[in-house]
């Protein structure tokens, strides 16, 4: 009988642990952990020129073409497990190389024959965010994004040699994960981003042009990533 007692003593406790293993197992996120990432997709920035002016007076208009071109980055981050539902992560990306180029003209208000063309690029783009997250299940994962970013824009033209000027702003976007492995995954993301207008100046053979630069850009992003 007592053989009895502490055999069935003996699966009390085994149940009660493997009852605690499973609930541990539970509560604990599959995203949560180190990450690092890189994706490809398209883009569009949309550029703002006001006030502008040639010298210290003359008043100047503007014409710009948006820009569309291929993007990528490459990004590391940290995803915190909530609970076994939601996650915060906290990331960083950078983008490579340069975007192709878009052109505008510019020219005195009162004399528009004298109309001067230029282009501009897009390079250098980076970002750091915070990712509100939802598991939807072991594989998969939905996420927000909120944070800053900034970007480097090189001017030429008619009248000018290659120039550049960095912008900061925010950006936010939204995103999709699903695991293909238990450490690779694919994902998808849709980021917009906003650039802080500010006073920037190029100089030109017939001066400096200086106006209130700003813009904006939406893209679209699919990528490989690997949890560590």
Do not use: H
């Not at 820009?67 to 539902?85: E, M, R, V, W």
């Not at 996650?87 to 990306?93: C, K, R």
């Not at 250098?124 to 800053?148: C, E, F, H, Q, R």
């Amino acid at each position: 009988m007592k053989t009895v007692k502490i055999s069935a003593l003996v699966l009390a406790m085994a149940g009660v642990f493997a009852t605690n293993a499973n609930a541990q197992t539970a509560k604990g996120n599959p995203w949560e952990g180190f990450y690092a990432e890189a994706a490809v997709g398209y883009g569009v920035f949309t550029p703002t020129i006001t006030s502008a002016r040639l010298g210290a007076s003359t008043p100047v208009s503007t014409q710009q073409n948006d820009l569309g071109s291929a993007k990528n980055k490459l990004g590391l981050g940290y995803t915190f497990g909530i609970n076994d539902k939601y996650t915060l992560g906290i990331a960083a990306s950078y983008s490579l190389g340069a975007s192709s180029t878009a052109s505008g003209t510019f020219w005195p208000s009162a004399a528009p024959s004298q109309a001067k063309w230029f282009n501009y690029q897009i390079k250098d783009v980076w970002s750091v965010t915070l990712n509100p997250g939802y598991a939807i299940d072991k594989d998969k994962l939905a996420y927000a994004k909120v944070g800053m970013t900034g970007n480097t824009m090189g001017i030429n033209g008619q009248t000018a040699n290659y120039q550049t000027v960095n912008f900061t702003g925010y950006v936010v976007g939204l995103g999709y994960k699903q695991l293909v492995t238990k450490s690779i995954y694919v994902l998808g993301e849709v980021n917009y981003a906003g650039i802080s207008s500010k006073t920037a100046t190029i100089q030109t053979a017939n001066g400096p042009l200086t106006g209130n630069v700003g813009g904006s850009g939406v893209d679209v992003m699919v990528g490989l990533g690997y949890k560590f």
